[in-house]
């Protein structure tokens, strides 16, 4: 297989751009995703994928829920405050406020949709997890245009 064909290849298929949060006991945390997708009308699943040596990971395998948080196409500069370590100061996560949503997964409140999961499943491949969630809360702040990965110029894949 020619490499350089596989990356641009792989970095053809389209994502938008979430923050995906979770909370374990007294830990949080956050971090921008892209490879997430619906799976099933019913029961409603997604899956997104998830690097083994986050943080996310743990969290998430520990506390068996996440919430997907929803970046609107102005928001390129939320996306990248969660490209760090999570920091929680009051009721703010990365320096952006929140709150503990049905599943106690942080909600990010200047955010124009979310939803939140239980994992109901995973696969185990590779360096990421694939956890596959089914939908239990959802909400709406504004409907506006998503943020997807093609407009910011960023580069997650291949």
Known sequence: MN???KKKALRMITYGLYVLTSKSGDRYSAGTVNWLSQASFEPPLVMVG???????????????VFAVNILGAEQ????SAFFKSTSVEGDKINGYRFELGETGSPLLVDLPAFFECKVVDKVERGDHTIFIGEVVNAGVRNETKPLVMWETGWFYGG
């Open 3 to 5: 490499p350089e064909a």
């Open 50 to 64: 998830v690097r083994k040596d986050s943080g996310l990971y743990a969290t998430i395998s520990e506390s068996g």
């Open 76 to 79: 390129k500069d939320i996306a």
